[in-house]
């Protein structure tokens, strides 16, 4: 499969830290096999992440991500290393860059995070051409990472080969073969509908990632596919000669759908699928229940994954505040973040509602997933908050709970 034919998000996302000068720019250009960022003497060069697509078999397409030293100092030199730890928070696997002195708070304080979310580590220990590291220096970061390479990015021709070595034997095996959006939903062969609502949300002239996920993943399996706009749900079914296996639409046209759809058709959306595949089903669901714990002045953050210019009907700032305000009868207070934002007083919210994050990877929904519980804040997703409000959540989750 080539890069460009991976979704951005479906990609491992491979993290370059370390602090100032170790040395990550030039193993950055070492694995990318090009000049991906800048390299000079100046601690401090890089100074936002700089993120480059490329092939690794066989793990397929991933994402390297360099980013500025994380010992950076002064008011500017602290937004760097924030920026540096929202890198974390998408990695799939880290590279720790450091010299022959090794480690010290630093390094170990991003280790323990990573440690702590089961994310791999390959610490590279750079510059052994100026000075070989002690052997205690290497015990004390072979305890915390997977792998450790001695090298100087310098002589050594064989560290890109090191690095993608080390990285296969570390990496989730999920992101050797990723999961499948429809797992033990639809099997090969089957009839499946699709209802993609074009309203003024629909890009002009596209369907959206979610959408050309699915419809790619079931054209794969062979499926029979219908495509349709929700006008057309009732005369596709009837021109069917047999039920489909399922019937899954856009969350926005989950009430009309489910009038139209009988019981007896499994029913689901887009958005739930995602929030299976980028997140944890079980979570979301359980706090979709918190809704009806809402009161009067409760903050409700609503987390959006991309950055689209807000419509006057958009569906996070407009289409679910509406829904809750309508289910709970409540005087809430709404908040939206977008992109790789994320706030880090998030005990102040009684809920947080993410979307599908069809636009980023698991690591980041799952690491905000980690954050609320810790601070015991219920989190949801887009579709299974709108099927709470609309009371057909129950339905829309019995695909997944068989
Ligand atoms: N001798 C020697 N120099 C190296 C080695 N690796 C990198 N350097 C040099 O160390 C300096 C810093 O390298 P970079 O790759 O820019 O380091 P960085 O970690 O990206 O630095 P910042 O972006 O400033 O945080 C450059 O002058 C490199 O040429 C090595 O293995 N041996
Ligand atoms: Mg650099």
């Given at each position: 499969m080539k890069a460009n034919n991976t979704p951005k998000s479906m990609r491992l996302h491979i993290g370059i830290f370390g602090k100032?000068?170790?040395?990550k720019s030039s193993v950055t250009n070492i694995i990318t096999h090009q000049d991906t960022s800048i390299v000079s003497a100046?601690?401090?060069?890089?100074?936002d992440a700089v993120e480059k697509t490329m092939e690794m078999l066989p793990i397929g397409s991933v994402v390297i991500i360099d980013t500025a030293g994380i010992d950076d100092t002064g008011s500017l030199g602290k937004e760097r290393v924030k920026k540096s730890q929202k890198v974390s928070d998408r990695t799939d696997a880290a590279i720790i860059v450091c010299d022959g002195e090794g480690w010290n708070k630093y390094e170990f304080e991003l280790a323990e995070k990573f440690n702590k979310n089961n994310i791999p580590i390959i610490a590279v220990i750079n510059k052994s051409d100026i000075k070989q590291p002690d052997k205690t220096v290497i015990d004390k970061i072979s305890e915390k990472v997977n792998s450790v390479i001695v090298t100087?990015?310098?002589?050594?021709?064989k560290l890109a080969e090191k690095i993608r070595e080390a990285l296969i034997r570390c990496v989730p095996d999920s992101f050797i073969n990723p999961p499948a959006i429809l797992e033990g939903i639809v099997k090969k062969e089957d009839t499946v509908i699709l209802v993609t609502p074009i309203d003024k949300e629909a890009p002009k002239g596209r369907l959206i990632l979610p959408q050309v996920n699915v419809l790619r993943e079931l054209l794969d399996n062979n499926c029979i596919t219908v495509v349709v706009t929700e006008k057309q749900l009732s005369n596709s079914l009837k021109a069917l000669k047999k039920p489909p296996k399922c019937v899954i639409t856009d969350s926005q046209a989950f009430k009309e759908v489910s009038e139209i759809v009988p019981e007896s058709i499994p029913l689901t959306s887009f958005s739930i699928l995602f929030a299976r595949l980028k997140g944890d089903l079980k979570t979301f669901y359980d706090g979709a229940k918190q809704i009806d714990n809402l009161k009067d002045g409760d903050k409700i953050l609503i987390c959006e994954s991309c950055t689209h210019h807000p419509i006057?009907?958009?569906?996070?700032?407009v289409k679910i505040p509406n829904l809750l305000k309508k289910k709970t009868g409540k005087k809430l207070v709404f908040e939206n973040v977008s992109s790789h934002e994320f706030p880090?007083?998030?005990?102040?919210?009684?809920l947080i509602v993410h979307c599908?994050?069809?636009?980023?990877?698991r690591r980041e929904i799952l690491s905000r997933i980690n954050k609320s519980r810790e601070k015991n804040v219920s989190v949801t997703n887009y579709g299974i908050a709108i099927s709470y409000c609309l009371g057909i959540c129950e339905r829309a989750m019995k695909p997944f709970f068989k």
């Open positions: 100032r000068n170790a040395g100046k601690a401090g060069t890089t100074t100087s990015a310098k002589t050594d021709k006057e009907d958009d569906i996070g700032r880090t007083d998030i005990e102040k919210y009684k599908g994050g069809c636009m980023t990877n």
